[in-house]
């Protein structure tokens, strides 16, 4: 059975991130799987990253909706260890 195509995407941009290709990406198909059941609840920053993109343009698609979601969560700043 074949993945669903966002699990496919995040397995093999782990996959490339670690191994420098695509090759094997299934092996982090549950890895990715777990990432992508992270990001169901957006963080207060994608919240509000989509508020101010609603506020100056409320014409949005909920595509452009979805990217000023991810903008604004990949703009915060990394976690410290």
Known sequence: MSEPEMIQRVARAI??????????WQSVSPEARAAIEAMR??????VAGLGAAAMS???LTIAEMW???FDAALAEPP???
């Open 15 to 24: 996959h490339r991130k670690r191994h420098g290709d695509e090759r094997g």
């Open 41 to 46: 609840e957006p963080t207060p920053e994608m």
């Open 57 to 59: 343009r409320p014409d």
């Open 67 to 69: 990217r000023a979601m």
């Open 79 to 81: 976690a410290s260890r």
